[in-house]
């Protein structure tokens, strides 16, 4: 069974950064295309970015092109997700997924293992 731990939440002000790594365990990583979406409190969960396997290709949300990137290192098992200028509706849970057949769409479905979540809070 395949394991996503998600890392390096926290508080921060508008404007500012944070870096998100999620470690994988137990599979196949480097065959794995990867997601982060995030929970907004009283929201539903949406995508945020998603990366290849082999991390050539990337796609994001309208919301956060050009402010986050998403990126991996296949030798750690890790998927990273660089946040900055921060706004206070960045604030969620952010979760990393795991889709065994190399995909990386924005749908939950096709996701096969999914992390714990961490929270990510925006406020002066």
């Known amino acids: 069974q395949v394991q996503l731990v998600e890392s390096g939440g926290g508080l921060v002000q508008p404007g500012g950064s944070l870096r998100l790594s999620c470690a994988a365990s137990?599979?196949?990583?480097?065959?794995?295309?990867m997601g982060w979406f995030r929970q907004a409190p009283g929201k539903e969960r949406v995508f945020v970015a998603a990366?290849?396997?082999?991390?050539?290709?990337?796609y994001y949300a309208y919301s956060v092109k050009g402010r986050f990137t998403i990126s991996r290192d296949n030798a750690k098992n890790t998927v990273y997700l660089q946040m900055n200028s921060l706004k206070t509706e960045d604030t969620a849970v952010y979760y990393c997924?795991?889709?065994?057949?190399?995909?990386?769409?924005?749908?939950?479905?096709?996701?096969?293992?999914w992390g714990q979540g961490t929270q990510v809070t925006v406020s002066s």
């Open positions: 997924a795991a889709d065994e057949d190399g995909g990386m769409g924005s749908d939950e479905g096709p996701y096969d293992y």
């Open positions: 990366i290849s396997w082999s991390g050539g290709t990337t």
């Open positions: 137990n599979g196949t990583f480097s065959r794995y295309g």
